[in-house]
């Protein structure tokens, strides 16, 4: 169970990752000038993850030009894009250039260790082509062209597959999940959208079930795989089912998770604005651990290592971050009018937090930390309606957007053909175990030769 949670925990950077519109849009990207500085940016969550440096550089689609001679090289440890280059073969003033261009289409502060890329050389020896793939499925090519070059960003071929996977929960929805062959990462997105509706803290029980069916996107050649989005996830708990499917809502920016009653599982605000920790202490009245006397304890205490992500409840402004008092680093967020939300003594703030930052739900925020008056690190977590403190836990939660009419039916027809895919899904496999039987059942007239050594 601790490890389940703790796994969900560590895994949380996904989860945000996931749910993120994407940062590196195209088509406003500035150009950000080059420096050296990215590299130390470029961090893997342990060194052991960064890929050797003699890992075959498959993943580079060789282009037709077979003149030139193409070098794959790999950003290193303390290496920036510039000196990999150079070191390539580039004159510093051609990498510099080529590198420009490609920051259009690339956050260069985000170049991780281990990225390949694929410089070609011309008979003269200039840089004259290169190429680096984005992520799964576009690959970023720049060319020479006169005295400069130039960028496009590519499509990369591949094909979309979809999976069911269905199983009992023994201890955590996570370990459970794990078991069946399903990936962190899709773990770690279910748990997120039915973190609406589901604490995951108190609600599981033994024996409750859970069903996803999900993307899986594969490259032409099958060597690549990168997992999709879930189109359909269903929890059984405690005998009641709750079943989620996607959809993208005629005015919505990205698509959501809707009820099949058409409601959406995204709530004004989340149950719990962390993931792996432990309720450590109630809303109510308590002795206080460091001052000594009975007072009321206005908010609910999250357990947590040092330096857990911190999500924002809901959207809305940042009102606040900043130290404050006994609170140590604080963030509150105004979602509207009436709700408000308060996160406490943060060892530091997420990125870009502050006053007037507009975030979004799920949005890092900060981090767990011990600063004010505090035995130990936890977060210390406060809803605010009409501007006074309430228990987040007896909180009627206001609810998400409904889906009406035109909306209503085409996500129904959606909800539908998911419904029929998993049902041929599931018909499959029961044919294929059917004809298992039968050939079982018609037997072959003598025994075995080989018998089973029980
Ligand atoms: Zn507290």
Redesign the pocket.
Known sequence: MGAGLFMAGITIGSLIDFSSPNPQNHDSLPIIPIEETYRDNATYAHPDDAPPDDTPLGIIIPPKEAALDFRGVRIKRGQGMMDTLVKSGATRKDAYKAITVLSQYYDMRKLPIGQALQAGYDPQGRLSSLNMQKDFDRMIRVKRSGDGYIATLNDLPSLTLTRHVQGVIDDSLFLSAYREGLPNSIIVEMIRIFSFDVDFQRDIRKGDRFEIFYERKMSEDGRRVEEGDILYAKLTLSGKPISLYRYKAKNGLFADYFHKNGQSAKKALMRTPIEGARLS?YYGKRKHPVLGYTRM?K???FSAPTGTPIMAAGDGIVERASRYGSFGNYVRIRHNGTYKTAY?HMSRYGRGIKSGKRVKQGQIIGYVGATGRVTGR?L?YEVLVNGKQVNPLHLKIPTGVTLKGDDKAKFLALAGNVDHQITAQKQNILLTSNQDVAMNDAGSPEPPLIMPAF
Request: hydrophobic residues 25%; negative net charge.
């Open positions: 202490s304890h908010g609910l205490d406490a936890h210390h």
